[in-house]
């Protein structure tokens, strides 16, 4: 429940609902099963598709709980498949065998193949991007290139180029951080100047209004490219 003023309003928080947890801990144990005997590089590439649907298919809602407990009882369905394979030997020797260090991770469920290593995937790996409810007023037609672009990251009217940028930059003006609105005049620009090496990459552009970009430009020039990047908001 949250306040708004002297009204007690509530606030829906949606989660996967335990009896989809359940199908789906069964159908990651049924795939572990299956593959008892099977090398380890084939186990995980048989559960990286399931594990990495089911998390993109729930992102959009309140996940985070339910990804690090699935994640955890997975560990222990491993560790039981290990277990299996391996009876009586040293556990610690045996954990070394599958479990490895990958980039921060300590202990990650991979294969140590140079060639093809393979990691498996893991719930809490997903990012929770919350649906953000269209406005009541709002329509694909109604001409507010910004608001769709932003949202969508397309737009019929809009190149490629400039809607991926408005979805990137969440519909703001990198420059002034305002939102940009219906009937502001935007232009791209590059973050590191092309005098100054700059690419012409979507890492290294930006969409900036157009005064802003003019005085971004301005700065660019009288201080050979120290304001190449724009200030943060």
């Given at each position: 429940m949250a306040l708004r003023g002297n009204h007690a309003c509530f606030i829906t928080i949606i989660t996967p609902s335990p009896e989809k947890i359940q199908r789906h801990i069964k159908r990651i144990g049924d795939i572990i099963n299956a593959h008892k005997t099977a090398p380890q590089a084939a186990l995980i590439a048989h559960l990286n598709p399931v594990i990495r649907g089911w998390a993109n298919?729930?992102?959009?809602?309140?996940?985070?709980?339910?990804?690090?407990?699935?994640?955890?009882?997975?560990?222990?369905?491993?560790?039981?498949?290990?277990?299996?394979?391996?009876?009586?030997?040293?556990?610690?020797?045996?954990?070394?065998?599958?479990?490895?260090?990958?980039?921060?991770?300590?202990?990650?469920?991979?294969?140590?193949?140079?060639?093809?290593?393979?990691?498996?995937?893991?719930?809490?790996?997903?990012?929770?991007?919350?649906?953000?409810?269209?406005?009541?007023?709002?329509?694909?037609?109604?001409?507010?290139?910004?608001?769709?672009g932003s949202r969508l990251g397309r737009h019929p009217e809009l190149t490629n180029r400039v809607a991926t940028l408005l979805k990137k930059q969440k519909g703001k003006c990198t420059y002034c951080g305002l939102y940009f609105k219906d009937g502001d005049t935007w232009e791209v620009d590059h973050i590191i100047p092309r005098s100054q090496g700059g690419r012409d990459t979507i890492t290294n552009l930006q969409l900036l209004h157009q005064h802003c970009h003019d005085i971004k430009t301005a700065l660019d020039r009288s201080s050979g490219g120290m304001f190449g990047k724009t200030p943060s908001h």
């Open positions: 298919y729930y992102s959009t809602v309140s996940s985070k709980r339910s990804f690090s407990f699935l994640d955890y009882v997975i560990y222990q369905q491993l560790r039981a498949w290990v277990k299996y394979r391996h009876h009586g030997e040293n556990a610690h020797k045996v954990n070394n065998k599958y479990w490895h260090t990958v980039g921060k991770d300590n202990w990650c469920f991979s294969t140590t193949d140079e060639k093809n290593p393979l990691k498996l995937q893991r719930h809490t790996e997903q990012p929770i991007l919350y649906h953000i409810k269209v406005q009541n007023n709002r329509s694909p037609f109604d001409g507010d290139w910004a608001y769709w």
